[in-house]
Every structure is written in C-alpha cells, then in structure tokens.
C-alpha cells in the first residue's frame, strides 16, 4: 500500500495535470502541423512537377488536407476477414504515438521544452526505431501478403539504417560532450556544430540525411509502401482513421527528422550570427524555418530520386554509409582531441 | 579506388537530378502545365495534335473537298464512317460522276485513331479541336459531316 501511495504523490508532485495539458497541446498542435506537412508536400510535389496542386478548398487551398482529414474521419473502419484484430488495430497507435513521443524532447526554443531529458538524443533514437513495430505489426496483422512484404522490408530498412543515424549523431555528440538536447544548443553559442565540426560535420549531415529520409520510408528509400509494388505496402488494409495515422506518423517523422538535423548541425533555435539575441521568443521562428528547409530538402529527394531496389539499398548502407561513418567518427575524434574545431 | 569515384559520381549524378527538379521547381508559377479546365474553358485553346472528333472542312461558297473514294469508310476499323453516295451527272460533260450525298461519322463508335484523315486523299476531313463532345443522347453523336447543300470543290478531282 505505501509504494502505490508514493507512486501517486510522486504522480502528483510532477504534476499530472500539467503534464496531461501540455500533452493535449502538443497532440493539437502536431495533428495540425502534420496536415499541413501533407499539404506542403503536396503543393511542393506539384511544383516539381510543373503543376498547381491543391488550389480549391479555402484561399489557396489551405484547408485541402483538413477536409481530407475530415473525410478520413467519417469513413467505415474496415480490416480482413483473418486479420489479427487485436495487433490490427494496434498497428497505428504504436507508429503515431512513438512518432508524437519523439516530439517531446526537441527544444523548440529557449524555454519551450516539454521534457528536458539527459540522455536526449538516445531517446530520439530508440524512440524513432521503436515506430518499425508498428509497421511491422500492422502488416503482419493485416493478413495481406504486399502489406506483409511492406512490413519485412520495413524492418530490413530500419535495421539497417538506424546505425548510420546513430553513428552520424554520435559524431556530433563527440563534439558536444553532452546527449541533453538542451545542452547540445548551449554549445553551439559559439558556432553552430556544422561549422564547428567542418569537414567530418558535414559527413556526418549528409549521411544523416540520407539514412534520415530512409528511416521515415520515404522515396527514393520508399520500399515499404512502393505503391507500384505492393499497392500501399503495410497499409494496404487499413482505411479511415487509421490509415490517417499512418499517414500523419510518416509526415510528423519526417518533420522529427529535420527537427534532429536543425538541433544537431544547425544550431536548433539560435538565430544566425546571432541577430535576433535580444527577442528569445524569436527562436521558434528560427528552429521551424530551419526545419521546414529540411523538410524541403527531404521532399526534394523524394520527387527527383527513384526507387532502390532492396540489394542497393543494402549496398547503401552496409558497403557506403556504414564504413564512411566509422571512418568519419574516428576523424572527428582526432579533430577534437587536437582542439582543430572552427569557433567564435 | 573506384570506391572513392563511385561515390564521387553518385554524389554528382544525384545533384545534377536535383538541379533539374530545382529548376522546374522555381519555375513551376509560370510554367505549370496544369490547365485549370472549367475557369479557363474561354481561352483554352487545345493543341494543333489534339484528336477530338473528325471534321470535314467546308470553304466560304460551302464547298468541301470529299470526292467519295470511300476510302476513310475502308480505312476505319469499327465502321464509324458510313458514306452515302450516289452518281449525279456532271452538265459541262455529261458524264456520270461519284458524289456523296451523306459523310456520316459516329462519333460514339469512334475511338480516335486517325486512319480515315490519313486515307484520306484529299484531305477532305481533318481532325477537330473541339473536346466537349458529351450529349445527353446517343444519336446526336452520330454527325453529317457534310454541310446540307454543299458539294464538291471544283478540280478536286484531277
């Protein structure tokens, strides 16, 4: 009895309530900001394309997604005759709430954090892996033998990847002495870590990019839903809201991608040479500006690059960016024990 | 070392992809190829290659071109075109002459594929701009190509 009763006080002493709002409040924001990821992506794709895109709901098309969401919203849930229900229907919270639980940590500016972490970004990192269940439940569950196939190349992809995201991190976190996200920004006050780290940080960008865009499981790296192969790949069952999840989790992915990129490489919330030092309410425009040119970056590759096949992609990984990696944190290594790092 | 310049090259190729899809990116205001349909149904003016229907052009005294070879009703090959001839007699000479008194097209059987206007020797018919070709009944599809009381140009024929 006296354990459950410190569980509850300790329960009450952080504050259960606040910790509910602010959860609400993320949940709210990041479901908005994710439909209009898909918006964006759609405007963008259109203008890689030479076309308009969406154009008719609302000035500009600006509420072209929400009423999509909204009609996402109102269809019938329907699944297999054999499907595992239980994993069926759990397949999609596992991707968007690992996805919104990534979102927690990132400091989008000087004291708009929600969970400042001491081990930050081996949480990212364990979290954003933790999502691949999802994906691999879902088409698993789904009795389909293209989301089956999805799902496995799913796993094989984020298996293979997730060490060239940790490796790349852990280049920088070399540089940065500290996992604390919030940490990691105080040191770039002098010279955000790309610059810092020269040569092997921007290796380590570009791996992180590349093996970045591979763990949301988007194109070129888009084998797990290759809609050409396996018609939607392991959401090819799901329907309505649940495939919105889906859906939302791979965009706000993206979005936590580009938001590890900008904390990591590019000084999170600090503003260039720092000209906005005396309005700190300023750097939340700063960290989504630099995000959302991320996010532009990754949606670039997607409509420029094909596909991999699943041996290049392999290739990728296990023969390019792995070796490179290794090769770049040793570099790195050196260049901080003989002090070679640029800062102001 | 083709290690090294694999990647050297990879990394090139995929920037000069990029400076493609940049381009287009930037210019995708002016540019866009999307036609906005239903707005711009005034200035939409469809391309010269465009086959929308067959047409049989007639000149200012109303006269057209088709000699009644038959050809185009040879030529097609789900009958969309059925001719209705008959020999009138040419007063200058006297003599019997071929002249079609119906060019029947239905454009409900035809799927646009463009072997009659290549028969044809005369370039009698032609393929038309016009797309909005939805009716609300069957039989208005099935068009007289030849205007009522047109004949045949002069010297056609030679």
Partial sequence: MNSISNIIDWFVNIGVLNMAMIALIYLTVFAVLGLFLVLLERKVAAWFQLRIGPNRVGYLGLFQTIADALKLVSKELTGTVKADKFLYNLAPYFVIVTSLMALAV????????????????????????????????????????????????????????????????????????????????????????????????????????????????????????????????????????????????????????????????????????????????????????????????????RWTFPRLRVDQLLTLEWKYLLPINLVNLVIMAVIVWLNLIIQF | MGYFSNIYHAIGTLLTGMKVTGKYFLNARKGAITQQYPDNRDTLKMFERFRGEVVMPHDENNEHSCTGCQKCEIACPNGSIEIIWDRIIVPETGKKKKAIDQHIFHLGMCTQCGLCVDACPTDAIKWGQNFENSVYDRTQLTRILNKPGSKVRAGVEE
């Fill in chain 1, 106 to 301: 990132f400091p989008f500016t000087q004291d708009l954090q929600a969970f400042d972490i001491n081990i930050g970004i081996f949480f990212l990192i364990a979290i954003s892996s933790v999502g691949v269940i999802g994906i691999l439940l879902g088409g698993w569950s789904s009795n389909n033998k293209f989301a089956l196939i999805g799902a496995m190349r799913s796993g094989v992809q984020t298996i293979s990847y997730e060490l060239s995201v940790g490796l790349s991190l852990l280049t920088m976190v070399i540089l940065t002495g500290s996992l604390q996200l919030s940490e990691i920004i105080e040191v770039q006050k002098s010279g955000w870590l790309i610059v810092q780290g020269h040569i092997p940080a921007i290796i380590a960008f570009m791996i992180f990019m590349i093996s970045g865009t591979a763990e949301t499981n988007r194109a070129p790296f888009d084998m797990v839903e290759a809609e050409s192969e396996l018609g939607a790949g392991y959401h090819t069952e799901y329907s309505g809201m649940k495939f919105a999840y889906f859906f939302l989790a791979e965009f706000i992915n993206m979005f936590i991608i580009a938001a590890i990129a900008t904390t990591v490489f590019f000084g999170g919330w600090l503003s260039p040479f720092g000209i906005t030092d005396s309005l700190p309410w300023l750097g939340l425009f700063w960290f989504l500006a630099k995000t959302f040119v991320l996010v532009f970056l990754m949606m670039w590759f």
